[in-house]
């Protein structure tokens, strides 16, 4: 995804007033209600801001954000309200002297009916993509342009042509194994066999011949041993004798992976000390998919040009609201569960754009700017209780909630009646 080739070329201001605002900001959230004015800012963009939420909310997003006496040149926001659609936008402001790429990104909040209520906005630094600082880094199959996964492969690098034992710790479909064999591939047993045991499959019994067969299979090179917490006492004991002993240039290097803690298990007595003792001074735990955001467009169209020839779909790109639905999406299955969606996209697609409709996954939810379930609730409380001035009952019956129930939820959300006393007309200028 291009930034400057996505924009219009006009799409330019110098905002002096951004210096303290902008810099450093690109995971800033907020809620808009429909009069474009605050009903609720994360804590990083209070932080950024140097406001708490009480003195933002009320107030016109553009002033209150930005310094801008009209709406902002980049603003989406109509066309949320008024079309019910989410927009991915770009722009270069003025920070700190210099020009910083932004991508916007929009989507609606319904209320009853359908009824477009609210809007978020998601503002992200995009200048390292827009100019070409965070060039993909490869390994194998494996490829980031995220932040989040330079720590790997700076680690791939330094583990490359050791033959100690390694551990790959990550979630259920994170890479583990393309990291494995991109970790073989860069080292000097690149030539020599990468070969695979799935421990799960042999957790108890006659494991001996087979860990011994997939040994001597993998020799002068590479054993990947997928889930090794689920080997059993006696195969972790083998393992972990063998590993001790003095290593033979024959035998193979181990490169294990789970997705569990091995500490904890160490502690719950389900894991060998010693086998954990050979394992952790070589650790390389891999991010989730939802922690490195920025990877999901660009491996998004790497799958899309992978499966328009394996299908022959008409797919070429992802559209806009597409777009900002990946970009919205927990990914529980990671990468994997990517690969998956637009796999399926691409079957479904009846044109050169893949549509937030071709796309099944479900509408945003949990992601590490915050539950944006939560948001919603908390904006949604934070506006009801402006509107009745901080009056529990009035708050209660108009958000059809116990009253028990709304004090548990303000609570939670660390919300005070009396912070909400006297705002019912809102700051000058709201």
Known sequence: MSPRRSRPPALYTKAPFLQDVLDGMPDSVKVIDSRYRVVYANEFAQKI????????????????????????????????????????????????????????????????????????????DVTCLARGSARTQLAGKVSSRDRAFSMVFEQLSQLADESGPVLVQGEKGTGKKSVARALHQRGSRAEAPFRVFHCADH???????????????????????????????????????????????????????????????????????????????????????????????????????????????????????????????AWPGNIRELETQIERACLLASGAEITQLDLPVCAPTAERLGDLLEITEKAYLVDTLTKAEGNLLTTARQAGLGLKTLQRKMRKYGLNAKDFRGLLEGPPGA
């Open 49 to 124: 801001l140097k406001r708490d939420l009480n003195d933002l909310r009320g107030r016109p997003c553009h002033q209150a954000f930005y310094g801008f006496a009209e709406k902002c040149f980049f603003c989406s926001m109509k066309s949320v309200f008024e079309e019910g659609e989410s927009k991915v936008s770009y722009c270069t402001m003025g920070v700190n002297g210099s020009d910083r790429e932004f991508e916007v990104s929009v989507y609606p909040l319904r209320g009853a009916g359908q009824k477009v209520d609210y809007a978020v906005e998601i503002v992200k």
């Open 203 to 329: 957790p108890q019994g006659d494991y001996g011949e087979a860990l011994f067969n997939a040994w001597q299979k993998a020799g002068g090179g590479t054993l990947y041993l997928d889930e090794i917490t689920q080997l059993g006492p006696d195969c972790q004991r083998l393992l972990a004798d063998r590993l001790s002993l003095r290593p033979d240039p024959q035998d193979p290097r181990i490169v294990a992976a789970t997705r569990e803690d091995l500490l904890g298990l160490v502690q719950e007595g389900k894991l060998l000390g010693e086998l954990y003792n050979l394992f952790g001074a070589r650790v390389i735990r891999l991010p989730a998919l939802r922690n490195r955001k920025q990877d999901l467009p660009f491996l998004a169209q790497h799958f899309i040009e992978t499966y328009k020839v394996l299908t022959g779909s008409p797919a070429e790109k992802l559209s806009p609201d597409a777009v900002c639905q990946l970009m919205t999406y």
